[in-house]
């Protein structure tokens, strides 16, 4: 397996991509934000979406799709508008959107599926979409990734993309994504939209499961402020075109490591991060309390702004450890910034060890260890820190 | 039952108080950080400590004592060290402080508690406090209860008190209290001190009773930024001074309000809050979702950011009430801003109504009530925004 460099999502052989500026959100901005994603055959496709239980319209349509086809030839997606909480409106105007789509492109009904972010509640400028569907059938072409990237992004500030090959004794495949993510990242994702292709042959089950265990250790391994959109989707679409039927194992491989490349360019993008930050928990009693314990860590404000103040203060994050309701006990934990040893047995080794701490935490990424030292269990995940910049992002995000 | 202009912890009959500037976190500021509350004949006295596993030492001291005794005479207080992750040094620092206080009080050993808030790690500088133990003890007096409320004050902007007078056939009593909070204050209260006195007469029993219902509706119902601390406590303390035996359902009311308003004071003067919110859940399926429902909404930073940019965005509502993972169903969910019925089955009633909330957003006290139509149990929380200054105050904290 080996990067690709400039990969994107047209990549892969016989996807074809195309964008426009359509004004969805109507501040006349002029950035691109519908954009068609087309496959030359129609590609096998695996989802997953939000948990949350307000799903938007865009998902409520494709989950019905998928309950009969796994089939589909192009996905629409805007970024000005998320089409959650717009009622029955919100779902007619998926509907027009996508027949819409399906006549242009000759693919048939039941062949396109639409992706939707932006805010929640406001209704769907349908006609702006329509009066696009030409331009973007029209405009398809293999060399539009990155313009697909670009016109999915909302507060991200650059796009997130990559491509991998892989060596068969067969021939090559290619595994390539894009996603945006930025603000309300968190366990099962959150506005985040990921669209990962390949020209791997390969089957609908198969391909489910490999995307399944792709998320788990990627998308939701990764948080920023624990929101959960309503939007979240991540699809790997699989349309066969390299011939290559691969090794299960090596595909797996292949897209984990895509998965967790573009879940990582998420956090380091997140809304006013100054810090990539990856929090490690150790030796927990249970499965389960490594992850509650990672994850409080990692979604604590006063942790958070602490990496934003670069102050190695592993008091607030003893505390969170306490504070989580996970098994510990005090004089078991130990905590290392990086590779410096820092607490020892739940107390400081030695004071003077703060200034090397604090070097430490002027880095751009830093790792934090913390062993509970009460079983075997572990777990990673990936966040960054608060900053004054993702309160005006968040405060002043409609203006 | 009426409030008592200018009360605080001093004003029931026998409690006195002083204060010093001890220089306990060696930032040599001259602020009062260490501060004594005694009372003239032991008080029985009723306990809340902090749900984290991980506790200060006076936390452990006072757990301790509270299992063989009820009645202590005095609490010294510092605001300059958490004394929490100090391992057996923290334990003998309280154990020599309280001894000091004891020896000089002549009130026998085991009278007297400790608490402690400021950063957590750090060792407890047990000689600047044994050195003021005279001096504590030659100028108590009952006019210092605002030093005392001063003392314990942490980033705290303002002191909070109250204090009401109850008339009762026999005679009349007061409960009268100060906290310290701002940052961290979450379920379970957070870094969060609270002394309430009586000079009611009422046993041990009865007391912490009246303390568990009273918390379980104030500290524990609001919320800054989800942390916990290792040091959060509420004392209830009775002298019975007064000779009345209070009717305990009129002792109750007595204790929710006083616990009640400072709960609130806590949220007012959140870090960097500029705005207080109430967050009424109501008709959720069961108790358990109403809670959980209204502090999902009352904690998330997009939220909590959207109140900070006065922006009407129902949308990150009813997304957060779908990420909580709560019983609801979309169509059935109703938000009203203040009296403004804004949104009814899942959607915007009229979008027109988009001026009217933006309008409310832009008042000091906002209250939203989401109903869920599911059930018939609620729940209300306080809480506050999420500002740049929460960001500044908690990145610089031990700067």
Chains 1, 2 share one sequence.
Request: charged share 25%.
């Amino acid at each position: 397996m080996q990067n690709i460099k400039g990969a994107g999502v047209c990549t892969p052989l016989g996807y074809l991509a195309s964008s426009v500026a359509a004004d969805i959100k109507g501040n006349k901005k002029g950035k691109k934000d519908l954009t068609l994603l087309y496959s030359e055959v129609p590609f096998t496709l695996a989802a997953v979406f939000t948990k949350n239980t307000i799903k938007a319209a865009p998902l409520k349509h494709a989950i019905k799709a998928l309950e009969t086809n796994r089939e589909f030839s192009a996905i629409v997606v805007n970024s000005g508008n998320a089409n959650a909480s717009t009622g029955k409106q919100g779902l007619e105007a998926v509907d027009t959107i996508v027949k819409a789509f399906e006549d242009e492109l000759g693919t048939g009904e039941g062949s396109v599926l639409m992706g939707s972010t932006g805010t929640i509640g406001v209704k769907m400028p349908v006609e702006k979409v329509t009066s696009s569907v030409k331009e973007l059938v029209d405009e398809l072409d293999d060399a539009n990734s990155h313009d697909f990237a670009a016109a999915i992004m909302t507060t991200d500030t650059v796009p997130k993309e990559i491509g991998v090959l892989v060596e068969t004794p067969n021939g090559a495949y290619v595994v390539a994504g894009t996603t945006k993510g930025a603000g309300m990242i968190a366990p099962h994702m959150a506005t985040m939209l990921c669209y990962i292709t390949t020209d791997a042959l390969i089957g609908a089950d198969n391909l489910q499961n490999v995307l399944n265990n792709a998320v788990g250790e990627s998308f939701n391994s990764i948080t920023i402020d624990n929101d959960m959109s309503t939007n979240d989707t991540v699809f790997l679409m699989a349309n066969g075109m390299s011939g290559i039927i691969p090794d299960i194992d090596q595909f797996q491989e292949a897209v984990n490591h895509v998965a967790l490349e573009l879940a990582k360019m998420i956090v380091k993008d997140g809304e006013g991060a100054t810090k990539f930050v990856t929090i490690k928990v150790k030796n927990a009693q249970s499965e389960a309390d490594a992850k509650k314990c990672a994850f409080a860590i990692a979604n604590s404000p006063l942790v958070k702004t602490m990496f934003y103040g670069e102050d190695p203060n592993w008091g607030r994050l003893i505390a969170t450890v306490g504070a989580s309701g996970v098994a510990a006990v005090e004089e078991k934990i130990d905590i290392c910034f990086d590779d410096l040893a820092y607490v020892k047995d739940g107390i400081i080794i030695d004071e003077k060890l703060e200034e090397k701490a604090a070097k430490i935490m002027k880095n751009d990424e830093i790792e934090i260890t913390i062993d509970l030292n009460m079983g075997t269990f572990g777990k990673t995940v990936y966040t960054c820190d608060f900053s004054k910049e993702y309160v005006s992002i968040n405060a002043d995000y409609r203006t």
